[in-house]
């Protein structure tokens, strides 16, 4: 199931994805600082310090965070190269990490980082498209596993919910 919604506080989700572009200094989506409490802020910022961090594409960082809602941070790479094609394949390899954790329910922050070549309706396309692509699995020949994982129910957050991203979701 997938929905989407207006950004908060993460809260009651086994997981929350965030976005991070690379560069001189690595930096989160703004908006994410609204999403986690300021001690979860505080903590994931040290980890990706000393994890070495850097943001590039697909990269990744795990968190756990306070509960059972661990914070997913994903690198886009440089703002400079970021399009819809780079969402797209980013949220894809973000999807097949939250099936490996295990994960049934995730709140996704769509970027908003300002880039003149990727708008907000691009952005929640590219994202909506990646997770539904890595999420589809051809197994009419295969025995079912039943330690097997899948992500249930993910919640696409964005800064306003307006006509347009209604339209482009239900598409």
Same mark, same amino acid.
């Given at each position: ?87 797209? %394949?980013? @949220? ?7 099936? $490996?954790?295990?994960?049934? =329910?995730? +709140? #996704? ?22 997770? %539904?692509? @890595? ?7 295969? $025995?079912?596993?039943?330690? =097997?994982? +899948? #992500? ?20």
């Amino acid at each position: 199931h997938a929905s989407l919604k207006k950004y908060g506080r993460a809260a009651g989700r086994d997981a929350t994805v965030l976005f991070s572009m690379s560069g001189k200094e690595v930096a989160l989506d703004p908006l994410a600082i609204k999403m986690l409490a300021t001690s979860s802020m505080r903590t994931v910022k040290l980890q990706m310090k000393h994890r070495k961090f850097t943001g590039e594409e697909k990269q990744l960082l795990t968190i756990p965070g306070s509960g059972k809602n661990l914070v997913l941070i994903v690198g886009l790479g440089s703002l400079k190269k970021m399009h819809q094609d780079t969402v797209r %394949l980013v @949220a894809a390899h973000a999807l097949s990490a939250l099936r $490996t954790l295990r994960v049934q =329910t995730a +709140d #996704v922050l769509v970027p908003s980082f300002e880039n003149p070549r990727l708008h907000g309706e691009q952005a929640l396309t590219g994202a909506v498209e990646g997770m %539904l692509l @890595a999420h589809y699995k051809f197994n009419k020949y295969q $025995t079912k596993d039943k330690n =097997t994982t +899948d #992500v249930a129910d993910v919640r696409f957050c964005v800064p306003a919910i307006t006509k347009d991203l209604r339209d482009i979701f239900a598409q």
